[in-house]
């Protein structure tokens, strides 16, 4: 299978405070992580990426982790701002000429 | 920054109607796709290509064609809408394939009444 599972679908949190993006896959070949930030009305972007011979990347305020025994990943988002509201979307890709999507996760910064 | 642009950026047709997406890029990308995107499902992928003239088949094509009439274009085709095709199309293009960044049109919010 290709799936991507994605949770939760909602996540409010307090501005200032960390918020988390849990994903799981199927196939266990997929070797390319890309995360997409959807603001309202807007079209997805993407905000940061892994490859599978990285566990860790980070960039401003944005850390992913890899673990590609229990084919899971993550994204933290550190010091949440009401800048940081939107959706986002977690995805994988295993050479292949396509990308399989999450559901994406709804982020609510409450100030 | 990747330039997609797509038209019209909304739409409204009714049942049965024949409804033409159109999306175009300009960074030579090789692949592009289409996708829906509803409530609830995310991004679910319809068709896409690797080029002038291919096609191939995504994870929701029943009551979609498209075709790739250039590198820089390619259509998303409704001969037949239903309302259950209402929905918000992104257009998207990469290289390679899904190796990298895809970079998003602005989107078209079709209405099928």
């Known amino acids: 299978g290709e799936q991507v599972e994605q949770l939760p679908s909602i996540l409010r949190v307090q501005e200032g405070s960390s918020a988390s993006i849990n994903c799981t896959y199927e196939?266990?070949?997929?070797?390319?992580f890309p995360w997409y930030k959807q603001e309202p009305g807007e079209n997805p972007k993407l905000i940061i990426d892994?490859?599978?011979?990285?566990e860790r990347k980070q960039t401003q305020g944005l850390i992913v982790l890899l673990d590609k025994k229990a084919k899971r990943f993550s994204l933290h988002i550190t010091d949440t701002q009401p800048g940081d509201s939107a959706m986002y979307f977690c995805a994988a890709s295993n050479n292949n000429n396509r990308i399989f999507f999450g559901d994406g996760t709804q982020l609510v910064v409450k100030p | 920054e990747a330039a997609v642009t797509q038209s019209p950026r909304n739409k409204v047709t009714v049942t049965g109607g024949n409804v033409t997406l159109s999306c175009r890029q300009t960074n030579s990308h090789n692949y592009m796709y289409w996708y829906r995107q509803d409530t609830g499902h995310g991004l679910r992928l319809i068709h896409y290509s690797y080029g002038a003239g291919n096609l191939q088949i995504g994870d929701v094509p029943d009551g979609y064609k498209a075709t790739r009439t250039t590198q820089e274009d390619f259509f998303l085709l409704l001969e037949l809408a239903s309302p259950s095709q209402t929905s918000l199309y992104f257009c998207?293009?990469?290289?390679?394939?899904?190796?990298?960044?895809?970079?998003f049109g602005p989107g078209t919010r079709l209405l099928v009444l």
């Open positions: 998207a293009s990469s290289e390679p394939g899904g190796q990298d960044t895809q970079y």
């Open positions: 196939n266990s070949a997929s070797n390319y």
């Open positions: 892994i490859r599978s011979n990285m």
